[in-house]
């Protein structure tokens, strides 16, 4: 049985930083294309980060870059997700997701449960 567990969220104020961490099991996912989305009270899911599955190339939503970065660990089946210069509009659940075809591409095959990240002003 495939599963992504994330962890790493809490709260922290504006402007620190958080590291979120998603293992996967049930499967190795060397070769994905693996990412990272969020969903705020009352919104719906949004794009944040993805990573090709070596790690070459990445893809950040306008409202993070430059402040986020993912990262891989495919010895560990694990994808991180470095926050800095948190705002408050960054408060959502944030789920890992697994098995794009591209980058660019919003389809994935296996999600997380998510974590919630809180950033109080």
């Known amino acids: 049985q495939v599963q992504l567990v994330e962890s790493g969220g809490g709260l922290v104020q504006a402007g620190g930083s958080l590291r979120l961490s998603c293992a996967a099991s049930?499967?190795?996912?060397?070769?994905?294309?693996m990412g990272w989305y969020r969903q705020a009270p009352g919104k719906e899911r949004e794009f944040v980060a993805a990573i090709s599955w070596r790690g070459g190339y990445t893809n950040y939503a306008d409202s993070v870059k430059g402040r986020f970065t993912i990262s891989r660990d495919n010895a560990k089946n694990t994808v991180y997700l470095q926050m800095n210069s948190l705002k408050p509009e960054d408060t959502a659940v944030y789920s890992c997701?697994?098995?794009?075809?591209?980058?660019?591409?919003?389809?994935?095959?296996?999600w997380g449960q998510g974590t919630q990240v809180t950033v109080s002003s």
């Open positions: 049930g499967r190795t996912f060397s070769s994905d294309v």
């Open positions: 997701a697994a098995g794009a075809s591209s980058i660019y591409s919003g389809t994935y095959n296996y």
